[in-house]
């Protein structure tokens, strides 16, 4: 079991009487590819954060590659997804001041993998494959298109090998064409490295790509049961 | 990598972080200048003389007759009779007793008659006395021994002569010209007023100032008169007496005796005392100027504060993929703060070599017009606790933007 979630509820702490998220059962399967979709504001991304550890559910339990992250201290989840999650988000994916090399060093920084392969090595290879030109390598990524730098974010979520990376609207900001190449290179990566891919969308019309799909407001019941 | 993304992060915000690197390196050249300055100028102070016991003058305040007697600045209100000078220099408890004159001067810079006592009594510092660079003291009327910055700076060598000019300033009307005296020793350098001085026999400075054509005339013909033989230019007065004891115990009761002097209103004056007195009276202007540093010192690291705190709202989504990736908030605390001392530390060394570099080229100009030396070498004790105490309050002007930037790590909501 990838993800389970166990009777989870979230509010924010400057809003405690208004509930985000309540959770009784969900779970993803190891290696799965699902297609979560919703209106913007439901709670996905509440969701998201709670799952990789940056957010705390105010009640309940969540194992994360069968580790319990709500008996974790934050630090443990700090290192935790450094390790294990990759992220990508629709936009500011990447550090503006660092160019591509340098901000796919950061992720490998802060991970405590061992490291095999010398970190060189493994970012041009894998930025190679990403088609990003060796020109645009040393560039500030602020200077580079969108859609360049989506594919260097997702270099950037691969580089620790993660076994889940979770996806939060990463082609909103992208044209047609560039989705569907963005895509299918993202599951592929998923398909080669077998990782777990949450993907989070609004656009139900991406649903096709992945394994399975579920409506966020099926498991998601924002009434706390008194 | 922590380091080289912080210092990317700076070079990101170059605008905005170079003027607050200027602002914090302004106010800390003032507060490291002024605080160099003020033990410089304290130090130097205190240099200025040792080894005299009393300053005899005229009737005045002690602080007037200190300043014009060592430091040459000011005008005596009074003298003190040649009479009385014989009659100090006789006194049992008298190991010696120098008598100085003032009021004429050479280019600007001041004349001082005196004995050839002089040369051996006067010390500066810790008792170091005066020592020839080249040349010897004065042995006859028309000889002059110069201060080491005079003889530099008007290039000058011994058996050049030089005229003095009646009263002080560059633009005296009347000059002693007919009367030249001839240059015999050259002083090494003291760091005291005594480098801006030209030095006279008491003779000397009596015979330019005869005004009877007669007694002119006869003074030029003989310009190698010797002192010994030069006793009809004795002085009616002299502007202060500097007086070296037999026993340091005797002091306080002679300088009672003087004071209470039944022939002739005198003051006597204990060097150090009187200069610890002038260091007070300074002392509120010292203070305030402390204080003024310190303030600017503190509005410019508000400002640090203020470019950093603005800095975090424009860093939000930069501070959430940094949790994303799995920096913890902690670093991202870290990182403010070290961005701060990043700051802080290019500040300082601009500020510790742009002081030091206005130190060396105005070192000349201040002891030529205030006789205080002030050494370039700017690192001592105080400066580098000064140092400390900035770093320490940087951080703590950075912690309010790195709490910011913390909390926004903690609760990223996106």
């Known amino acids: ?226 | 990598m922590f380091i080289q993304l912080a210092i990317k992060s700076l070079l990101n915000r170059k605008g905005s972080i170079i003027l607050t690197i200027a602002t914090i390196s302004i106010s800390l050249f003032v507060m490291l200048g002024v605080d160099h300055i003020r033990h410089q100028a304290k130090e130097s102070f205190a240099s200025s003389v040792s080894g005299v016991d009393l300053i005899v003058g005229g009737r005045t305040g002690s602080i007037n007759l200190l300043l014009y007697s060592v430091f040459r600045i000011g005008t005596p209100t009074d003298n003190l009779g040649w009479q009385s000078y014989k009659r100090l220099s006789k006194e049992r408890s008298v190991r010696w007793a120098v008598p100085i004159s003032l009021g004429d001067s050479h280019k600007g810079y001041r004349v001082l008659g005196t004995s050839p006592g002089y040369f051996k009594f006067f010390n500066f510092a810790n008792n170091q006395p005066l020592h020839f660079k080249q040349g010897k003291a004065f042995e006859a009327v028309f000889d002059i021994v110069l201060g080491a910055n005079i003889a530099d700076r008007l290039g000058y060598n011994i058996g050049d002569t030089i005229t003095l000019s009646h009263g002080i300033g560059n633009t005296s009307f009347r000059n002693h010209d007919n009367l030249p005296f001839k240059v015999v020793g050259i002083l090494r350098a003291t760091g005291t007023p005594v480098d801006q001085t030209l030095h006279v026999s008491l003779q000397g400075l009596e015979a330019v100032h005869i005004t009877k054509p007669l007694a002119v005339k006869r003074l030029k013909e003989a310009p190698e008169l010797i002192l010994a033989k030069a006793t009809y230019l004795e002085p009616k007065s002299v502007t202060a007496v500097m007086i070296g004891l037999k026993s340091k115990m005797a002091v306080f009761n002679f300088q009672r005796q003087i004071n209470t002097d039944k022939q002739e209103p005198l003051t006597a004056i204990l060097p150090g005392v009187a200069l610890s007195q002038l260091w007070q009276t300074m002392s509120v202007f010292d203070n305030t100027l402390r204080l003024i540093s310190y303030l600017v010192i503190i509005s410019s690291l508000i400002g640090l504060s203020a470019t950093l705190l603005s800095s975090i709202k424009e860093r939000l989504n930069e501070i959430r993929l940094l949790r994303i990736i799995g920096a913890s908030s902690v670093y991202v605390f870290s990182l403010i703060e070290l961005e701060a001392l990043f700051i802080a530390l290019i500040s300082v060394i601009i500020a510790l070599v742009s002081l030091s570099i206005v130190l060396s080229v105005s070192q000349e100009i201040i002891l030529n017009n205030y006789g205080v030396m002030i050494e370039p070498q700017i690192f001592s004790k105080s400066s580098i606790e000064l140092i400390i105490g900035f770093f320490l309050f940087v951080f703590i002007a950075a912690v309010s933007p790195a709490i910011t930037a913390y909390n926004a790590a903690k609760n990223s909501q996106t």
């Open chain 1, 1 to 226: 079991m990838s993800i389970q979630l166990n009777n989870i509820k979230f509010s924010y702490p400057n809003a405690s009487h208004k509930s985000v998220l309540n959770i009784e059962q969900w779970s993803v399967n190891d290696g799965d590819k699902l297609f979560i979709y919703g209106s913007s504001g439901c709670g996905k991304s509440t969701l998201l954060n709670i799952i990789s550890g940056i957010l705390c559910p105010s009640a309940g339990s969540i194992s994360v590659l069968g580790e319990p992250l709500d008996k974790m201290s934050s630090s443990q989840r700090d290192h935790f997804r450094a390790n294990n999650i990759g992220y990508v988000f629709q936009q500011f994916n990447l550090i503006s001041y660092l160019n591509a090399k340098e901000n796919i060093a950061l992720a490998s920084y802060f991970s405590k993998r061992n490291k095999t392969e010398s970190l060189d090595n493994k970012i041009t290879t894998s930025l190679e494959k990403l088609g990003i030109n060796e020109d645009d390598w040393s560039r500030p990524v602020s200077n580079l298109s969108i859609g360049q730098q989506q594919r260097i974010a997702i270099a950037r979520a691969f580089i620790n090998s993660p076994k889940l990376l979770i996806a939060d609207e990463p082609t909103s900001s992208l044209d047609e064409p560039s989705r569907d190449k963005f895509l299918s290179l993202l599951t592929t990566l998923c398909d080669v490295n077998r990782t777990t891919l949450l993907f989070v969308s609004h656009d139900t019309r991406l649903m096709h790509h992945f394994d399975s799909a579920q409506n966020f407001t099926d498991f998601n019941n924002k009434k706390f049961k008194d």
